[in-house]
Structures are given as structure tokens and as C-alpha cells.
């Protein structure tokens, strides 16, 4: 369960302050109802903070994985740093939780790596356009994280 992508050194600006306001809205959505929110399947996850030991929850678009896991990417929208939720993975891997359609799961996180990082990002860019251009966007290897429930 190795976390290990450095950052890169350029693109999209880090989401900010606009960004968390509109996750609050989106995570209400992703935990009451199954289906898409602007086109992509959601989940809430919630991790534990690296510093603060507090939890926090991050709304998310969620591809399938083998044996009903989920996979996640860490894009940050193509920025040239990790999100947080990223760092806070690395940090507690045991201790996140993944919420959906009213249906909260106790999940291990683990960093994809090699043939089936490149596996699960060929599906997730077929699945999701906007994928592609987070790749274009940044010169950071973009996580893909399997959340496999415990």
C-alpha cells in the first residue's frame, strides 16, 4: 500500500474556497441518491486528516473496480499538486469510509501501480473525458486509488 506520486510543476490552478462550497452541495446529493451527478457516478469519502487527526469528507466520482471495489483518481482537476484527501490516504489507509446512496462502507485504500494503474486509467478515460484532459493539463502522474471494502 504504497502512496508515492511527487507533484508536478505545472497546471490547473488548485481548487479553492468556491470549490469546497460546491462540494458541501454535491456530497448531500451523492449520499441520498444512486444515479449520476453531472454525468459521472458519486461517493463521499471520508478520511482522516494527516495533521488534525480530524475527518474530513470529499465528494467524488467513482469508477467500478474488481470484487465491487471503487476506483478514485487523485486529479485535483489537473493541478500540479495531490488534493488533500490524497495525503490523507497516504497517511491512514485503514481508516476511511466511503459513503453512497444512503450506504456507508468501511474501506483500505491502496495506490495502483504499474499494469494495473495503466488498466483502471484506460477504463476511467473511456468512461470520463474529462480524465484525458486532467492528464494533458498537469505533468504529475494522476493516482489511481482502489477503495476495496474491509
Excluded: C
Excluded at 5 to 25: C, D, I, V, Y
Excluded at 52 to 77: C, I, K, N
Aim: aromatic residues 8%; proline residues 7%; without cysteine.
Amino acid at each position: 500500500m504504497s502512496f508515492t506520486h511527487p507533484t508536478g510543476t505545472r497546471g490547473a490552478k488548485q481548487p479553492g474556497r468556491s470549490f469546497r462550497w460546491m462540494n458541501r452541495l454535491i456530497m448531500g446529493r451523492a449520499r441520498r441518491a444512486e444515479g449520476k451527478t453531472m454525468g459521472m457516478d458519486l461517493l463521499v469519502l471520508t478520511t482522516v486528516g494527516r495533521k488534525s487527526g480530524q475527518e474530513r469528507q470529499t465528494p467524488l466520482a467513482w469508477f467500478p473496480g474488481p470484487d465491487g471495489s471503487w476506483h478514485v483518481v487523485a486529479s485535483a482537476g489537473g493541478a500540479p499538486a495531490n488534493p488533500a484527501w490524497y495525503l490523507n490516504l497516504a497517511a491512514h489507509p485503514d481508516q476511511v469510509t466511503v459513503e453512497q446512496a444512503g450506504r456507508k462502507v468501511a474501506v483500505t485504500a491502496e495506490e495502483l501501480h504499474g499494469a494495473e494503474r495503466e488498466q483502471a486509467w484506460a477504463q476511467i478515460k473511456a468512461a470520463a473525458d474529462n480524465f484525458r484532459k486532467y492528464e494533458e493539463t498537469t505533468d504529475r502522474l494522476l493516482p489511481v486509488i482502489r477503495l476495496a471494502p474491509r
